[in-house]
């Protein structure tokens, strides 16, 4: 069994910086890491589940929604088995709750059906 807990939302201006974070845990993620893909995905009130970022754990390939490009970074520590995605120059419109996923896919997927494990979520509110 795989777990994921997220950390680092809060409350925020327009222009500011957040770090979230995202560890794994379990005996499964332990022997199989590199298999995973990891991503973020955020949920505005009202709207769909949208793609953010995903990050593969073996090569750290990443890939990024447009809407966040050249501002959000994506890493990770795989010693701490923990993804980061670094938000910076923040708007209004990044306002959502922010999920970790991860799933054994090949390579990058933005697809959330693609992903079966997710965290409990994140919130990040950026004031304007």
């Known amino acids: 069994q795989v777990h994921l807990v997220e950390s680092g939302g809060g409350l925020v201006q327009a222009g500011d910086s957040l770090r979230l974070s995202c560890a794994a845990s379990?005996?499964?993620?332990?022997?199989?890491?590199?298999?995973?893909?990891m991503a973020w995905f955020r949920q505005a009130p009202g709207k769909s589940r949208d793609f953010v970022g995903a990050i593969t754990w073996r090569g750290g390939s990443a890939y990024y929604a447009d809407s966040v490009k050249g501002r959000f970074t994506l890493s990770r520590d795989n010693p701490k088995n923990t993804v980061y995605l670094q938000m910076n120059s923040l708007k209004p419109e990044d306002t959502a709750v922010y999920y970790c996923?991860?799933?054994?896919?090949?390579?990058?997927?933005?697809?959330?059906?693609?992903?079966?494990?997710w965290g409990q979520g994140t919130q990040v509110t950026v004031s304007s």
């Open positions: 379990g005996p499964t993620f332990d022997t199989y890491s590199n298999a995973y893909t």
């Open positions: 996923a991860a799933g054994e896919v090949s390579g990058i997927v933005l697809n959330q059906y693609d992903y079966d494990l």
